[in-house]
């Protein structure tokens, strides 16, 4: 039997403590680098994770703990993992960093679309972090552009959410 101890820091004790309900080792293809890079969830409670290294894996867990469904994206550690995020509806929008490429995956692990170039943008693009706006009718991902002689420049790219083009930068 395995016992578990949390140490709380101050807290409010008139206020219920939830400490989730299970834990998962997820079995990635690649054991050298075995590990998750991020870790999501949907409206539903279902919890979506990436990680492993080759192939990068989206990993869809009901909210008790099952695996739903593995989906092997195209991105390896030859190229960076930008980062992911899941909307409320449990679509997944999973960047590459660098070259930057986006993808959208649906809550049952089929991808929508695919964009290997979003917007025709240089060499030098990439795509490091991505958000939802408040509604969600957004989604917007930071990384940097810029040109062969001035270097890479910090940017915001504004993604449309039906096919991964970058609809305006700044």
Do not use: H
Not at 20 to 38: E, G, L, M, Y
């Amino acid at each position: 039997m395995v016992t578990w101890f949390f140490k709380l820091g101050n807290y409010d004790a008139n206020k219920t403590i939830v400490i989730d309900p299970w834990t998962q080792v997820p079995n990635f293809p690649t054991t050298n680098w075995d590990c998750v890079w991020k870790c999501e969830r949907d409206a539903a409670g279902n919890v979506y994770i990436i990680g492993g290294t080759s192939p990068l894996q989206l990993i869809k867990y009901n909210a008790i703990g099952a695996v739903q469904w593995t989906y092997n994206t195209p991105y390896d550690t030859t190229e960076w993992l930008g980062t992911f995020a899941t909307d409320l509806a449990g679509n997944s929008y999973v960047s590459n960093g660098s070259p930057a490429r986006i993808m959208k995956v649906n809550t049952a692990g089929s991808q929508v679309w695919y964009n290997a170039n979003p917007g025709g943008l240089l060499s030098l693009t990439e795509f490091w972090n991505i958000s939802f706006n408040c509604d969600q009718t957004k989604l917007v991902v930071a990384g940097t552009d810029g040109n062969a002689f001035g270097g890479p420049q910090p940017y915001i790219f504004d993604i449309d959410l039906k096919s991964g083009d970058v609809l305006k930068s700044v």
